[in-house]
């Protein structure tokens, strides 16, 4: 049967990268635009995702035999899932000298 | 074979020993002054086999995820030996966070232990990898006292931080992508065989260099990734701001001139572009480090911008090396050498503000006046090192300038040396107003400034290396020659 | 569901889901994903028609409307809620929350180290021990410093 005579376009390496390279704009813009720190490091985790992403779409089609951008992608969940708990951890040691975790309040230092 | 492998990581391997250890003694025995003494001893014995390996032809080993080869080796003794000297110094510092003296030491210990493996990567896997984990430990150390300017310089030092290995990330997932490798003589290997007008037509490799430059720029602190550095160093506490001005610093040296080197000088022409856009960054970094440090009333804060200043000279270097297109080993000895007299002179000069700000419990610069007659000791070494900073003879830091600024000249970047040239004038007014406050001002008070004779023995250490790093800088000098020798086959 | 199977049956009789789509050579076109969006296609109309179904019905009039404070209320049967829906949890939780996602994660080294055991022979098996008497030191700090007890 022929896909493209339905209308149903083949999904390709290119797909991934541009769906890789929206989720990491979405993600940088969050950090940049957000304030709520916790709101942020979620962000910063939509960005790792992205790069995930990126990684095991080039794994499959540049390296199909080779696992290295799947190895490479599960390094980076778990490197961000310990950036993640000091992240929070640190929030909730600001939140108890700070009584929020607004980051425009984060302003005792400045220039 | 696994067992030479081990042998060939038995640096890293015993300092990981022996952060544990420190962790699990602190558990169960009351006696908290024992995790110092094992914590030192852990360093000792990691710099030992460090020096025992030293002499190595490099040798891959993990299935080539690690190099280990004397640039490596120089690398990791200056981790091992900022490390100690920062242990030593805390010692003044210890009573804030009696409590976690245990954590505190072990975090110490395992950064240095991301250090080294930084600069032994030799894959953009391991890279990453270390580079988190030397990171993760420094945000967990800069947000230690859980005071209100503490937890902030942590949380801005995370968050920044995290969004930088990101963007570095995504620089090396677009690297990985358009060579198929990981490894850094492989992805060198396949884009010499790639044609020039490949790589051009394909603005992803290029987006991917930019991307990793960006990520590491975090690291060492160039504009314009340096708005972190003057927040984080001044809320950080004061041993940790001067293990993150040199480590830090240097770790992210070792890594970028290692993945710009191998990765990216392979080919001329590419090589040269790299090296024009670290020549401007330079430029710029110099100038905003200086300029905003002239304005500064708190010490920490003044350092911070001076430690981005410091980049801007460094990065003089790297950008010499990226001029030369593999041709000489000047500019990376050079970078290698002004590396070993920044450590000495930074880590100097933070010893001592750690010395005289505790007990003075202010980083105000004015609170300063005097500290001639409180502490003599105190201030003839920060004066010594301040000098060394500044670039002026009989010190380490004039001779790593004309060595790196040699350099530079010689590969076409005189308008660059020029305006460094400028910006050391620019930075002895900061550096001197500390001095004319210590040595003219009366003192607010007769008091003196105690300090623990741990203490002593580290800015000792230090004010001897940054004297004999000017006077007999042949030595030290073929010590950096030696250790970028693998640079120099590729 | 009897139907799935038949669909199943159906689509490797005609070679749409036939083993050589699971090779790595076959996703150069990943093509066979646009199978998928038929499937979905038909689902949506699928889900269309039921929802019309009631819809006419009752514009037709067959369905009765008579409508009581009972019938018009959010549950109709079970208990009315108490208190505040947005509850937050309390956070005794978080240490809990910080020990599982640091801990959970690195069991995904577990997996291609099981698959791979024997390739990677006792140097695999010595690494994965270190690993483990790392995370065991993590875990004996955790409990000594007490962040297992509910305090």
């Known amino acids: ?111 | 074979m696994i067992l030479k492998e081990l042998q060939l990581l038995t640096p890293e391997l015993s300092l990981l020993v022996f952060a544990l250890l420190v962790i699990m003694l602190d558990l169960f025995i009351k006696q908290k002054k024992v995790l110092v003494v094992v914590s030192i001893a852990g360093i000792l014995v990691s710099a030992g086999f460090t020096l025992s390996l030293w002499g190595i032809h490099a040798t891959d080993i993990l299935y080539a995820m690690l190099s280990v080869d004397q640039y490596a080796l120089l690398f990791k003794l200056i981790f091992l030996v900022a490390a100690g000297l920062v242990i030593l110094a805390s010692q003044d510092y210890i009573s804030k966070f009696a409590q976690f003296q245990s954590e505190y030491y072990a975090l110490v210990l395992i950064s240095a232990l991301g250090m080294m493996l930084m600069a032994a990567a030799q894959d953009l896997i391991a890279v990453y990898v270390s580079l988190e984990l030397s990171s993760i430990s420094l945000y967990v150390l800069a947000s230690f006292l859980k005071d209100q300017k503490s937890t902030e310089a942590g949380l801005k030092y995370l968050l920044l931080g995290a969004v930088s290995s990101a963007v570095l990330l995504y620089g090396m997932a677009l690297v990985f992508g358009l060579t198929g490798h990981t490894c850094m003589p492989c992805i060198a290997d396949s884009l010499k065989g790639m044609p020039i007008s490949n790589i051009m037509q394909s603005p992803a490799l290029l987006m991917g260099l930019i991307l990793i430059v960006a990520g590491f720029g975090f690291k060492i602190a160039s504009v314009p990734f340096q708005m972190w550095v003057p927040d984080v160093y001044e809320g950080a506490p004061t041993p940790v701001t001067a293990y993150l001005s040199v480590a830090s610093k240097a770790a992210g040296f070792a890594v970028i001139l290692r993945v710009l080197f191998v990765v990216f000088g392979a080919t001329a022409w590419l090589s040269q572009d790299w090296g024009l856009l670290i020549a401007v960054l330079s430029a710029i970094t110099m100038m905003v480090g200086n300029v905003v440090a002239l304005s500064q009333s708190n010490i920490k804060r003044m350092f911070g911008y001076s430690s981005i200043a410091q980049a801007g000279y460094l990065m003089v270097g790297l950008a010499a090396v990226g001029m030369a297109a593999g041709s000489d080993a000047l500019g990376r000895s050079g970078l290698l050498f002004f590396l070993m007299s920044y450590t000495f002179t930074n880590l100097g000069a933070f010893i001592a503000i750690i010395a005289i700000s505790n007990k003075l419990n202010s980083d105000q610069i004015e609170d300063y006046t005097g500290m001639s007659k409180r502490a003599p000791l105190l201030a003839i070494a920060l004066t010594l090192c301040l000098v060394s900073l500044t670039g002026l003879p009989p010190t380490a830091g004039l001779i790593a300038k004309i060595y790196i600024f040699n350099g530079a000249v010689n590969h076409g970047l005189l308008w660059l040396v020029i305006i460094a040239v400028i910006n050391s004038v620019i930075s002895a007014f900061y550096y001197f107003r500390i001095v004319k406050v210590m040595w003219m001002g009366a003192p607010a008070s007769e008091e003196k400034v105690p300090s623990t004779w741990a203490l002593r023995v580290a800015l000792s250490l230090c004010c001897l290396f940054v004297l004999l790093l000017g006077v007999l800088p042949a030595g030290f000098m073929g010590i950096a020659q030696a250790a970028v020798k693998i640079f120099t086959g590729s | 569901m009897p139907s799935d199977i038949f669909a199943c049956f159906f689509f490797f009789r005609h070679g749409i889901l036939s083993p050589q789509h699971f090779e790595p050579g076959a996703f150069t076109v990943l093509a066979d994903y646009g199978y998928v969006g038929i499937l979905l296609v038909a689902a949506i109309l699928f889900t269309i028609l039921l929802l019309l179904i009631p819809l006419t019905l009752s514009l037709l009039g067959v369905v009765p409307r008579k409508s009581n404070p009972v019938k018009t209320s959010t549950y109709e049967c079970g208990l009315e809620t108490i208190g505040k829906t947005w509850v937050q949890f309390n956070f005794r939780y978080y240490l809990f929350a910080i020990l599982f996602v640091a801990l959970d994660v690195l069991t995904i080294f577990l997996y291609p180290w099981a698959v791979n055991l024997r390739g990677l022979g006792l140097f695999g098996f010595i690494a994965m021990v270190a690993f483990f008497i790392i995370l065991l030191v993590g875990y004996v700090y955790a409990w000594r410093k007490g962040a297992l007890e509910w305090k």
């Not at chain 1, 778990?78 to 929020?100: C, K, L, N, P, T």
Request: hydrophobic share 65%; charged share 10%; proline share 2%.
């Open chain 1, 1 to 111: 049967m022929n896909l493209t005579s339905l209308g149903l376009m083949p999904v390709g390496l290119m797909h991934y990268l541009i769906l890789s390279a929206v989720l990491f704009a979405i993600g940088l813009y969050g950090v940049l635009a957000k304030r709520n720190a916790v709101v942020i490091l979620m962000c910063i985790e939509i960005m790792l995702n992205a790069v995930n992403i990126a990684l095991i779409a080039f794994s499959r089609y540049v390296v199909p035999v080779q696992l290295t951008g799947q190895i490479f992608a599960l390094f980076v969940m778990v490197v961000a899932a310990a950036e993640a708990a000091v992240g929070i951890a640190i929030i909730m040691a600001i939140y108890r000298s700070h009584q929020s975790v607004d980051v425009d309040k984060l302003d005792l230092m400045k220039w």
